[in-house]
T-cell receptor, first 115, second 112 residues
Framework: DQQVKQNSPSLSVQEGRISILNCDYTNSMFDYFLWYKKYPAEGPTFLISISSIKDKNEDGRFTVFLNKSAKHLSLHIVPSQPGDSAVYFC??????????????FGKGTKLTVNP | DAGITQSPRHKVTETGTPVTLRCHQTENHRYMYWYRQDPGHGLRLIHY???????DKGEVSDGYSVSRSKTEDFLLTLESATSSQTSVYFCAIKFSSYNEQFFGPGTRLTVL
């Protein structure tokens, strides 16, 4: 059973517009959420995170929103740039199985930002 | 840069042969992880370590073993490689006080 779901395999946006990547989770014990960005032939790089005690965290052009009641989080990129084109992974940690030691990843969303 | 290297970066091998991948870190982090990335599956945890000689299984551990005899090195071994183990393998480390993990550059393994 997939605990972290990214239902959109791909997303295409125009440069300068907003990109919104979505992630849903099923385990209510998750208490920390992260986004990673991955370019081809490179390892994933940490982008931004949010604790379950918050509903928003912002870092420059990147903002993550958490809706605990809906078990949903989203990553907003404003404005989008061609260099943002990558695969974005949502991840979660916490709960009784491994706690903060382990991350559970979604399958990823490939973002393409068109010039 | 979290000081993580992986070797080899690319390997082609034959079915049934043993393969060992190495992850090396320079910053004495307690936690180290091995993941595989496959199209349509995202990143899946194979094994992880929470200290020297302390390891545990992840969600896709069958066919893999690990060893950690010193803090800086975490080895992943495929005792008898199969074509289903063709994948990109990533090592990661975690700072003890934080949830974030930091990844190495990856090893692309092809099993013919």
């Amino acid at each position: 059973d997939q605990q972290v779901k990214q239902n959109s395999p791909s997303l295409s946006v125009q440069e300068g517009r907003i990109s919104i990547l979505n992630c849903d989770y099923t385990n209510s014990m998750f208490d920390y959420f992260l986004w990673y960005k991955k370019y081809p032939a490179e390892g994933p790089t940490f982008l931004i995170s949010i604790s379950s005690i918050k509903d928003k965290n912002e870092d420059g052009r990147f903002t993550v929103f958490l809706n605990k009641s809906a078990k949903h989080l989203s990553l907003h990129i404003v404005p989008s740039q061609p260099g943002d084109s990558a695969v974005y992974f949502c991840a979660a940690s916490g709960g009784t199985q491994g706690g903060s030691e382990k991350l559970v990843f979604g399958k990823g969303t490939k973002l393409t930002v068109n010039p | 840069d979290a000081g993580i290297t992986q070797s080899p970066r690319h390997k082609v091998t034959e079915t049934g042969t043993p393969v060992t991948l190495r992850c090396h870190q320079t910053e004495n982090h307690r936690y180290m992880y091995w993941y595989r990335q496959d199209p349509g599956h995202g990143l899946r945890l194979i094994h992880y370590s929470y200290g020297v000689k302390d390891t545990d299984k992840g969600e896709v551990s069958d066919g893999y073993s690990v060893s950690r005899s010193k803090t800086e090195d975490f080895l992943l071994t495929l005792e008898s490689a199969t074509s289903s183990q063709t994948s990109v393998y990533f090592c990661a480390i975690k700072f003890s006080s934080y949830n974030e993990q930091f990844f190495g550059p990856g090893t692309r393994l092809t099993v013919l």
